[in-house]
């Protein structure tokens, strides 16, 4: 487990002086991963690192052969066009490549003039997917969720029994998964209104987002071998926020017995940075439940993932429509939570998808689920914001949704900020619901 | 959609003089693809094509630069560690290189003396996965599979609304997916009896085959452009055996509300061979539904379709115990069922599961779901053999089996057979389950 060291220090600053305001994102303390190259070039996609507005270019980096040991050894696997080589490394080379980077950026830095020239100016790159995700699985960690989603689809059962012992967690589509700026068509499909006599096809009328945290593994282990729940955080390489696009009415229709499909699976996205679990230390709480509930089974509990296994980082949703696009209008804000709520840990999830076996690979995300918390307002879907389409919210520019319409821009943002630390930023995620063709 | 034509004619012979026996899987008229080195060797894993017992190595192929046209960067292509540059190709080019292929091994071809070298006995050789898999989904395309799991998990709701409207489908895990011979340990996780308060961490008890029908992808699709079911086919590179491994006790415990997952992800396993589409072309069937049942939605029907969308492919089960190797006893046959009881086509899966744009990469594999049939002894796994459990099924040594037991290897094959035409074989997929860790 990733433990508070000289690199999260609010005290440190960067010779790159916009990594020094308060408000940005990316300061010296965070270190977020990405894959990027300059904007409509022909460049390689390779790795970069996050500096206030910057993005420190891996290509340059390795190739100045400054850094020793693990950490070169690190900044050469991430000079690439997928950081899955250097994510599957290990948290020592993680660590030693964060521990060099920070010391390199930081002001007084002999390497500044050396890496002075490796800057490129965040607006002017544009970014691929950090790694290639081999499998990617969703949870349903947010009990509040799981709730009010249940009562939506089966008011008279909406939190099944399984809910408080079995992390719960299904197979999603790793091929449509895109980065941050995806567009994409409103899907069609079979939908049956609860009234017809028989399904019809056409354009999805109920297309949703999803407020999730993503979760990317690092180190995997093999077909057959646990990862026991003391070790679990070793294998996760980092997060980002993730909007899990849903089809509410083709889920409503489909999804008995085998669970959700085609409602998911024609686009998701994540945002382009991987902020890492070590530069998350500061940001983590205890784990806690509601004292008349369960307690967990013995693979899934420790006293560590106890006493600091949830991870407080607030996210929130933003919609902006094509007419406060062409008005100039700002895009209107309509929920915030934050991953605390989860019910189940980012090392129970981990420990529980192996615990049979299964293997997982470099690269593979884990989505936590919509990240809804105890208040409405803080809802991770418009599912249920609209408590199941019944009520319109209503934006700042006074357009109503219940739903998303053609042209709706979704942003996502997430960040920790908290009193002696650093503000760690993930950037945002947006995505673009285009008509469909 | 692949016509019969002059590779198919039964009337054909090879200079490989094994591949003329009526009885074998492989013989011209086949032509099924693997990646394959010899046992125990440090050499590179790379395509090869089946004829009769043995298996021609394409490495050899490719470098003999006989072919031309398209055959030829077909054979280049599949002269590789996985064959999924060449199945993303498309259609021209699988169905030149099947003809040059179908040519080179014909009494009396020039390039016999050529082709002589490069032969391999197929008991000389190990397999890897044919291709990477990128993302896999299991359909549950048998009605019969589908009523009878579905009155022991919901007996009050065998089969659901949607089934007969919808290709039911979900996604599965790629991770774990590895080819014949694969031995996996009895999973552990949560169960919870009916009776118990609480659930119980522990092996699973209930340990399960499916027998399944394998479909592997090639030219994929871009994000938000669906298949039209009237050439789906043209993406559908060709078929294997497929076991999807299940463990019943963990599935019921974990399967509501978003489906199976650890109960699944644990192990499956396919058959090193995959029989091209266009192989299959004399064993193409009519679909057919109960004349009382739907008639599907527009963009899941067209003539073709109706005429010949199903496969005729038969395919058996068998049980080889501990004690029966031991006793150098036969494996044991539980059951055989036919690929042409699915309720949905395979062009009817892809179109579904592309509808809403969805994007395939090549070598992405469907799984068709257990192929059940109609009577008793074609069900396709345990779970239906035994009546939920309930009844103990006898092997042909007087041992009885109501699930698997440590050390049982499943044995599962696939043939086409018909007057008329050659035996087209798919080989077998075998796995064994070894003792929980």
């Excluded at 002086?17 to 990316?26: G, K, V, Y």
């Excluded at 894959?35 to 100045?64: C, M, P, T």
């Excluded at 091929?175 to 354009?203: L, M, N, Y």
């Excluded at 085998?258 to 998911?264: R, S, T």
Aim: net charge negative; proline share 5%.
């Amino acid at each position: 487990m990733s433990l508070i060291n000289e690199t999260h220090d609010i005290n440190l600053t960067s010779w790159v002086s916009c990594a020094n305001d308060a408000s940005t994102d990316f300061p010296i303390q965070n270190l977020p991963f990405a894959v990027f190259r300059r904007k409509d070039s022909n460049e390689e996609f390779r790795g970069g690192v996050a500096i206030g507005s910057q993005v420190l270019d891996l290509n340059v980096v390795a190739n100045a052969n400054i850094f020793t040991g693990l950490a070169q050894e690190a900044v050469v696997a991430a000079n690439a066009a997928a950081l899955n080589e250097f994510m599957g490394m290990g948290i020592e080379y993680w660590s030693a490549l964060r521990l060099a980077l920070s010391k390199a950026l930081r002001a007084g830095s002999e390497h500044q003039a050396t890496l002075e020239t490796s800057l490129v100016s965040q607006a002017d790159i544009e970014f691929s997917m950090p790694c290639h995700i081999g499998d990617y699985t969703d949870f349903y960690t947010s009990i509040y969720h799981a709730t009010a989603v249940g009562s939506l689809f089966r008011p008279d059962n909406p939190l099944l029994p399984n809910y408080k012992w079995v992390p719960i967690g299904y197979h999603g589509r790793a091929s449509s998964i895109d980065v941050s700026g995806q567009e994409f068509h409103r899907p069609k499909g079979q939908t049956k209104a609860p009234d017809a006599e028989v399904p019809s096809f056409g354009p999805a009328k109920r297309i949703d987002y999803e407020l999730e945290m993503g979760i990317y593994l690092g180190k995997g282990n093999e077909l057959g071998d646990a990862i026991s729940i003391k070790n679990a955080e070793d294998h996760v390489f980092g997060f980002c926020v993730f909007n899990d696009w849903s089809a509410r009415d083709l889920q409503a229709w489909e999804y008995q017995p085998l669970g959700p499909f085609l409602a998911k699976n024609f686009a998701s996205t994540v945002s382009p940075w991987i902020v890492t679990t070590e530069a998350l230390a500061p940001y983590r709480t205890a784990w806690t439940r509601d004292e008349n509930d369960p307690q967990p089974l013995e693979y899934l509990d420790s006293e560590e993932n106890r006493k600091q296994g949830s991870f407080d980082v607030t996210m929130d949703v933003q919609i902006e429509t094509a007419k406060m696009r062409k008005e100039g209008v700002e895009a209107s804000k309509v929920s915030q939570s934050s991953f605390k709520h989860s019910y189940w840990t980012v090392a129970q999830m981990v420990t529980h998808h192996t615990v049979n076996g299964c293997n997982f690979i470099p690269g593979d995300m884990l989505g936590s689920g919509t990240q809804s918390g105890p208040e409405h307002i803080e809802a991770g879907s418009m599912l249920e914001l609209s408590r199941g389409g019944k009520e319109a919210i209503t934006l700042n520019n006074g357009e109503q949704r219940k739903f998303l319409e053609d042209g709706d821009k979704v942003i996502m943002r997430g960040w920790c900020e908290k009193s002696g630390f650093a503000r760690i930023g993930f950037g945002s995620v947006e995505g673009t619901l285009l008509p469909a063709k």
